[in-house]
């Protein structure tokens, strides 16, 4: 089973910068897809960015250009780098890995406990 833990949450400023972290742990063969999705105060869970295990990346069009996902295998860690941050970026942003417990088995996907993400000034 794996257990995502994310951290880098917090308060930013308009313009500022923050860095998500997010490992998974536990029992599994390998990590498939890992991404983020955020969810704002009276919205839908919507996706801001997915890498898969060779490196591409789907970079929602609202955070394009501003936004950087990334990740480290051998660490089984996904980033999200933010820069230039709006306010309407503020919400509570969820990490999640597609997991395979094992090697033949298909991917289940997990989901971190969410960390939350404020910008104003």
């Known amino acids: 089973q794996v257990q995502l833990v994310e951290s880098g949450g917090g308060l930013a400023q308009p313009g500022g910068s923050l860095r998500l972290s997010c490992a998974a742990t536990?029992?599994?063969?390998?990590?498939?897809?890992m991404g983020w999705h955020r969810q704002a105060p009276g919205n839908q869970r919507e996706l801001v960015a997915h890498?898969?295990?060779?490196?591409?990346?789907n970079i929602a069009d609202s955070v394009l250009g501003r936004f950087t996902i990334s990740r480290d295998n051998a660490k089984h860690t996904v980033y999200l780098q933010m820069n230039s941050l709006k306010p309407e970026d503020t919400a509570v942003y969820y990490c999640?890995?597609?997991?395979?417990?094992?090697?033949?088995?298909?991917?289940?996907?997990?989901w971190g406990q969410g960390t939350q993400v404020t910008v104003s000034s």
């Open positions: 999640y890995a597609d997991g395979r417990l094992m090697a033949w088995a298909r991917p289940i996907r997990s």
């Open positions: 536990g029992s599994f063969s390998s990590i498939d897809a």
């Open positions: 890498i898969s295990s060779s490196g591409n990346t």
